[in-house]
């Protein structure tokens, strides 16, 4: 018998379940339009079809889809996150996402001044 070592890994979801949750979240994201469908599309690559059954939850996209639909989506991001059990990098997400804004509106304001 080989010694516990090491952290626990997250449970693994099955293939339904996850095929739901990665729906969902592109869901939440983008809704359930044609317009949905087309920017699964064009993120991925991948044909109309194969956009439907992702954003309906009936099939998972595979490691290479999924880390673009990552790469895209926030909702998908956020999921991957709390499934690896690595939700605390959600919150270095969010405070460079809040950097960027903040740089954004303290450029606005630089130039609404140089207007005057």
Avoid: Y
Wanted: charged residues 25%; aromatic residues 4%.
């Amino acid at each position: 018998m080989v010694p516990k070592s090491g952290k626990d890994v997250p449970k693994r979801p099955s293939e339904s379940a996850f095929a739901q949750a990665i729906g969902q979240a592109l869901r939440s994201d983008l809704g359930a339009s044609r317009r949905a469908t087309k920017s699964v599309m064009r993120w991925a690559g991948v044909s109309d079809r194969t956009a439907r059954s992702w954003l309906q939850g009936t099939h998972a996209p595979c490691g290479r889809h999924l880390v673009t639909l990552s790469a895209n989506s926030r909702s998908v991001m956020e999921l991957f996150l709390l499934m690896t059990g690595r939700d605390s990098c959600l919150l270095s997400i969010d405070l460079e996402a809040l950097e960027q804004e903040l740089q954004r509106s303290i450029n606005r304001l630089r130039e609404l001044r140089s207007a005057r």
